[in-house]
């Protein structure tokens, strides 16, 4: 059997700009690729946001005070776990230039993730991993060119044996219990779940009625989300993000303990659930699953429901 690559997580090459960032020669270079005068003061990694959600891979402070928030990304998808990570990052600039201080955001990636990200352009600067190779040492400029490499390769699930048989155990007592919920397909062959899968996705047309005037939805369920106070269950239209600061409740979505967030682009209407650990057992978490389930079934009779109320509100 072959072995799969081993992949070079996000917090590996966090740690090393941030050990680089130390260096007043990197630093300097680093600052030059960026376009931003000036010195670095300060680094520091998964900085809390200024929006109030989520975390700032690493966050530069140069010696006039000006704040410069990092998100590093390889070659995963934007989180769009409440706003997407790009919005996070956008919302908290504009916080700290209201307060006024000086700040912007940059995108730091391999340059085959900057050429293909939709919203890379949300951020004020990009720099490219390959820009910065020449200006480390050969140990770190190998690990840095191994992970440029991975963002060209295809991804390849790791299995997990117990996030495997946690999703399974979870469909099949969706089926037996829970029939007018239906589960999509599993993304990959054989049942096979990777490390932090933590995310159940329905059916639009088998398990909510479409309603005439009203964008298809999507419907998720996670078991954990780093982003938010909660896991939750979430009916998304696309697109609509906007609507959720003038809306922030809907006729009768606060009596199943409901509420109205962004999703990243889409309107969120939300629903809390108890958190889920995919990676232990599912015999043991059948009561938080009962819960969750039961909030996912009245999120749904909500929206089949309720037309009208969400007409009313997207107008």
């Known amino acids: 059997m072959a072995h799969l690559h081993p992949r070079i997580t996000e917090a590996r090459i966090d740690n090393l700009f941030a050990r680089n960032l130390g260096d007043p020669a990197f630093a300097a270079a680093f600052l030059s690729l960026s376009k931003v005068r000036g010195q670095i003061a300060q680094v520091q990694t998964q900085y809390r946001h200024p929006m109030g959600r989520g975390s700032v891979d690493l966050h530069l402070t140069l010696t006039d005070g000006t704040q410069i928030l990092v998100e590093n990304k390889i070659d995963a998808a934007w989180s769009v776990a409440g706003e997407s990570q790009p919005i996070r990052y956008r919302e908290s600039v504009g916080i700290l230039r209201r307060r006024e201080i000086k700040a912007g955001s940059l995108l730091l990636a391999p340059q085959i993730y900057l050429s293909s990200s939709r919203d890379g352009a949300m951020f004020d600067r990009q720099v490219s991993y390959e820009a910065c190779l020449p200006h480390l040492d050969v140990n770190d400029r190998a690990c840095l060119a191994a992970a440029i490499a991975q963002a060209g390769r295809p991804y390849e699930p790791e299995p997990n044996a117990a996030s495997g048989d946690f999703f399974s155990a979870f469909r099949s007592h969706v089926t037996e219990h829970f029939p007018h919920l239906v589960l999509k397909r599993e993304p990959n062959g054989s049942g096979v779940r990777p490390t932090g899968s933590r995310t159940f996705y329905f059916e639009v047309s088998r398990t909510r009625r479409n309603h005439s005037n009203l964008p298809k939805p999507k419907m998720s369920l996670q078991a954990w989300d780093s982003g938010a106070s909660s896991p939750s269950v979430k009916i998304m239209l696309g697109g609509l993000a906007a609507k959720a600061g003038s809306h922030p409740t809907i006729a009768g979505l606060a009596k199943i303990d409901g509420y109205v967030r962004p999703a990243g682009r889409s309107l969120g209407l939300v629903v809390d659930t108890p958190r889920l650990d ?21 999120l749904k009779a909500w929206w089949d429901a309720n037309p009208a109320a969400m007409r009313s509100a997207l107008q």
């Open 278 to 298: 995919t990676e232990q057992p599912f015999a043991t978490q059948i009561d938080a699953v009962h819960t969750a389930l039961t909030r996912t079934s009245a």
